[in-house]
């Protein structure tokens, strides 16, 4: 295994001495690969902690839509954190139907999300400031810059390396030993998930078995407080 790596730069150099071509070469498909890698693992693993993240949103007076934040892919919770006050989910069409006079103000209850999953909207409108505490599920980022970080925890990075190794002998077509190397990869990748899937706080069931078809495991059963909208390839 080579040391640990942390640029794209860095993941293009070395698969590209494994493959026996010039970085040049393979940069674009390398980079392409970087971000497979990454999907796959979401995939693979949508209970990884370092997928779970939470952010503290201030609600102001008299407004109850907001936007999501831009590496949101499903809410898990929303809560006063103050009173640890959980608010329910509802489907737009029973947002709606719950609180027919959505422009009713107080201490929000209930909330949904609209404009495909890009927007919060609470009810009852908020009658005055207050934060609350969002808990999601993000999307890992996408890299396009050689001098990019990218988004997988530092001890695993090796991943980057296997997934773009095996990947490049399959464009040469040397396909038994992109065999080798794509079973090396799925051994490591299983470690990380025996590794990190005893830290996660919670069991957090994945609302649709579509999104995550692909993936090594399947947790959990479809709840009504998770939406989403990946469409991960």
């Known amino acids: ?22 970085s040049a070469d393979e940069a674009d498909n390398i980079m392409t690969d970087i971000n497979q890698c990454t999907k796959d693992v979401q995939l693979s693993f949508p209970q990884a902690p370092f997928l779970q993240t939470s952010t503290t949103k201030t609600l102001s007076a008299g407004v109850s839509e907001y936007p999501a934040e831009s590496d949101f892919e499903k809410m898990y919770s929303v809560r006063y954190p103050n009173g640890d006050i959980k608010l329910t989910f509802l489907p737009t069409e029973q947002f709606d139907a719950f609180l027919p006079n959505l422009n009713t103000s107080g201490s929000p209850s209930i909330y949904t999300l609209t404009n495909g999953g890009t927007t919060v909207k609470y009810a009852p409108v908020p009658g005055s400031a207050l934060d609350v505490e969002l808990r999601y599920h993000k999307l ?11 988004p997988l925890p530092t001890k695993y990075v090796e991943l ?3 997934y773009g190794e095996f990947r490049g002998l399959r464009r040469q077509q040397r396909y038994s030993d992109a065999s080798v190397i794509k079973n090396e990869y799925e051994q490591m990748k299983q470690q990380m998930i025996e590794d990190l899937k005893d830290m996660t706080s919670e069991s957090v ?6 999104e995550f078809g692909g993936g090594i495991r399947q947790y959990g059963n479809p ?6 909208n990946s469409n991960l390839p």
């Open 160 to 162: 980057y390396n296997l």
């Open 223 to 228: 709840i009504k407080n998770i939406y989403g």
């Open 1 to 22: 295994m080579s040391i640990l790596i942390n640029t794209a730069s860095t993941i293009i150099t070395e698969v590209a001495t494994r493959i026996n071509v010039l």
């Open 205 to 210: 069931p994945i609302r649709s078995i579509r």
């Open 140 to 150: 890992l980022n996408t890299i396009s810059a050689q001098s990019a970080t990218p």
